[in-house]
């Protein structure tokens, strides 16, 4: 799970049938380690309850800005001034209207007019509602104010149409907050390339040469540059995961077609942090049609591929990171990669060691660099990779200065 410890997070709640979905994404917030505040409009509350959200945050949620016997009419000031998000989801026409007209008509648009936090909107009504020239209007004076809008997606809604309207998952909704959170974090106007992922070496038009890469490790390296405000490219191997909210993915098979995304997209990057799992070896030949099980046995033939981090980049200004993934001698064979590939620290993890390895959602490494080695202990890969950017960005704004 990544990290909201100490982040003031409102988040803002109106009327519409998405408001349930509300109730899981402050459950995720509060179990981030955000402290959630909740703002309720009163049609919201005919929809889902504040008990609901007092029972998943553990705090007071507010509808009624008259309420003064629950402190809400002094608190939402301190609220207000405090949070470093105003979250509004689901966010609707009326909603979105009152805070583009800066009309402060209930506790949620009083709240938006008294923050200077930045402002997170996750639109959620009927498609023609959304399509209406007024809401668009409202919308596009937000975002010429700063406020960042997340979604809406294109579905079937709750009234029957099908069009853009749905809100965004709440996934990708935190992803969207966590981006805004780190617009202007320590890798601002820096970009960041990632790697992750297996590569495939086709044998046939049915077939490949592969590994067991998940990608877990890598895509939560991407996410932990874009929580730093990096501009982040992401060269991707297949994997079964989503896209990270305003990560810009580059899909490759082939270690060779990895290699020449690589090379594009480090032409102006500040750091290149290859978590993939690059095969070795790939079929010294494509068979141009799929092989049939006539012969009882034979020999695939294999040539090395292009070692992507040895070939790219020894270009000055950018820092270059790898991953050692070993099943023994860990340590030993983890320098010389360092060495060999020149890089300026290598990660190294034992793939065979309880709780790591393709497919966990967890690991234990090593960082060494040539002035040392730090073991880190069992940890999720989502703190890996904030621990491995911690090192990065060290390493980024070295190079700024040098320049
Ligand atoms: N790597 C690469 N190109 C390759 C193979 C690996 O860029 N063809 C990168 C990996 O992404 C990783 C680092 O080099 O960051 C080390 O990868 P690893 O598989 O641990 O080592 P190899 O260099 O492949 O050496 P060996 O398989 O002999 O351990």
Known sequence: MYNLTDRNI????????AAYKAADLASKLTQAG?????????????????LTFQSVTGRRAYVDMFDTASGASEQHVEMARRAHALLVAPATAT?????????????????????????????AMDP??????????????????????????????????????????????????????GRDGDLAAKKVVVSAGGTQEPIDPVRYVGNYSSGKMGYALAEAARDRGADVALVSGAVALPVPYAVRAVFVRSAAEMRDAVVVECADADA????????????????GQKMKRR????????????DILAEVGHRQGLVRVGFAAESEDLLANARHKLEEKGLEFIVANDVTADGCG??????KVTLIDRQGEEELTLMPKHDVAARVLDRVVTLVQAQGARK
């Open 10 to 17: 409102i988040l803002g709640v109106s009327g519409s049938i």
């Open 34 to 50: 955000a402290r959630l505040d909740v703002v309720l409009t009163p049609v919201a509350e005919r929809f889902v309850t504040p």
């Open 95 to 123: 909603t979105i209207a009152r805070i583009a007209l800066g009309l402060a008509e209930d506790m949620l648009s009083l709240t938006a007019l008294a923050t200077r936090a930045p402002i997170v909107i996750c639109p």
């Open 295 to 306: 012969r009882e046995s034979f020999s695939l033939p294999l040539v090395r591929t292009p």
């Open 358 to 363: 393709f497919g966990s959602d967890t690991n």
């Open 128 to 181: 023609h509602m959304y399509e209406h020239e007024a809401t668009q209007g409202h919308l596009e004076t937000l975002l010429s104010r700063g406020v960042h809008v997340v979604g809406p997606e294109v579905g079937r809604l709750a009234s029957g149409h099908t069009g853009p309207g749905r809100m965004s998952d709440v996934d990708t909704i935190i992803g969207g907050l966590r981006y805004v959170l």
């Open 272 to 287: 290149l942090i290859m978590a993939a799992a690059v095969a070795d070896y790939q079929p010294a030949e494509a068979i």
